[in-house]
């Protein structure tokens, strides 16, 4: 999975017509910033307003996910989601000029291809993941569905399927690694049975269905007047039904196409956490109700366990920056270099490394015998992770030096050893101001904070 944050490299626009309105749309992909996350933009409405993929934003889960912020709707959103997460897109704008993503085929290949057109740009910050570290429920023990999220260092989904159907029968689907999700799950259609058609109408849904982008299962006889209305329904020269059971000679592009869909839906769905995740989910009979309320429970574990910044290290993944890009950003050299990776950027705050040595040049004489890290050069290795921050707040960092100018409120909390493993963060208090940044910073060693102080740094142009 991409640990940095990715964008797309331009615009690119798909057009269509809605499923469930029958309206026409022109939906727009735009770049959009660093942990600026998915937006949905309403162009046709005053004002140009914005509706956030948050799952607190559903209104409706009626054979789709509808959003609503204010006085903006938009209309199943889970295809163009699953699109977005299948090809780990963190941040984008998407532009609408009706009420709806047009359904295309009734799957995620189209946006996928044209996400693909548009290129993928990567971010200098990095994701931010949700990792459970239990495992959370989510059941309707009336309608046997059954959620589960259990810890993983991956993004797997499994779904299983039963409509107690002849045709249909049983299912199940998996995704092993998000990077099968282009090939093995975007091109899966929407489905629904050929007894909920009539029902859907009157219900003003599918007014932009057709028989092009949705298969529709068959599992009862079909009487010669029933197809002719279908035909007129649908305004088609002819309906026919497959000996299989699939109406209008549909050829499935896999022999489980409605569990892969089912999980494709899944994904877009999840997506509402605003975060990418690290688990295992396994789902049973799961449908957009039971999926939004499934991602609402995720989210309130993610905002419980908020107040936590304690950051986490991950010693195998790739760093933002390595001890060569550093020396790039930085002007100092051995033995005031004091930090080895960036494991996290972003507009505000930054998270650093700094690996403890007993080979460190201060260990010769700061106490001899019994090796203790001094807390100056504690603070000192996190001044320079926090330099970093306030160096990416402008365009050219080679033309600058920052001078560490103030501290406040340090305190040592606990003593730090040959072998520690330092990590810092600091995050800004206020934006870059007359070059001046103050800072609160934060170092830690296996979790456990080990030191804090605010920080004021400067940033000075370097004379030619």
């Not at 059954?146 to 499994?158: F, G, Q, V």
């Not at 957009?288 to 574990?301: L, T, W």
């Not at 993944?317 to 494991?343: E, G, M, S, W």
């Not at 890290?373 to 000192?380: R, T």
């Amino acid at each position: 999975m991409n640990i940095r944050q990715h964008t797309i490299k331009k615009s690119v626009t798909v057009s269509g017509t809605g499923l469930h309105t029958g309206k026409p749309c022109n939906m727009t992909f735009r770049p959009a910033g660093i942990n600026h996350g998915i937006k949905f933009q309403r162009i046709d409405l005053d004002g140009y307003p914005t509706v956030d993929a948050d799952a607190d934003l559903v209104v409706d889960t009626s054979r789709g996910t509808t959003l609503e912020q204010g006085n903006a709707r938009v209309h199943t959103v889970e295809h163009t989601l699953a699109a977005l997460v299948g090809l780990q897109i963190d941040n984008v704008l998407i532009e609408l000029d009706g009420p709806e993503p047009p359904i295309m085929d009734g799957s995620s290949i189209d946006f996928i291809r044209a996400l693909e057109f548009a290129g993928s740009q990567e971010q200098n910050a990095t994701r931010k993941f949700f990792e459970p570290t239990e495992s959370i429920f989510y059941e309707e023990p009336d309608r046997n569905v059954e959620l589960a999220a259990l810890p993983l260092n991956d993004y797997r989904l499994t779904v299983m399927v039963d409509y107690n159907s002849p045709i249909l029968g049983s299912q199940h689907a998996a995704l092993t690694h998000i990077s099968q999700f282009t090939e093995e799950v975007a091109s899966c259609r929407t489905f629904c049975f050929l007894h909920e058609l009539e029902a859907l109408h009157k219900q003003n849904l599918i007014q932009g269905g057709d028989l092009n982008n949705a298969i529709v299962i068959v599992d009862r006889q079909v009487e010669p007047e029933e197809l002719e209305h279908l035909r007129e329904l649908f305004n088609v020269p002819r309906v026919e039904v497959k000996a299989e059971g699939i109406l209008n000679n549909v050829e499935l592009r896999f022999k489980n196409e409605p569990a892969r869909h089912k999980l494709l839906d899944l994904v877009g769905d999840l997506a509402l956490v605003g975060r990418p995740m690290k688990t295992q989910i396994l789902a049973a009979r799961p449908g957009h109700a039971a999926n939004v309320a499934f991602a609402k429970k995720i989210k309130r574990q993610i905002e419980k366990g908020g107040k936590n910044t304690i950051p986490q290290y991950d010693q195998s993944a790739t760093p933002i920056l390595d001890i060569n890009q550093i020396a790039h950003v930085l002007p100092h050299r051995y033995p005031f270099r004091l930090v080895d990776k960036i494991i996290h950027m972003d507009e505000t705050s930054v998270e650093g490394v700094k690996n403890v040595s007993i080979n460190e040049p201060f260990f010769q004489g700061h106490f001899p015998g019994n090796p203790v890290m001094p807390g100056v050069l504690q603070i000192e290795a996190m001044a320079q992770t926090g330099g970093i921050l306030v160096l990416n707040q402008v365009p050219d960092p080679e033309n600058y030096w920052t001078y560490f100018v103030g501290i406040e409120k340090c305190r040592f909390r606990k003593m730090v050893m040959p072998g520690d493993t330092l990590v810092f963060r600091c995050e800004l208090i206020a934006p870059l101001r007359r070059g001046m940044a103050k800072m609160v910073g934060k170092a830690y060693v296996a979790g456990k904070l080990v030191c804090e102080a605010t920080m004021l740094a400067s940033l000075v142009k370097r004379e030619n």
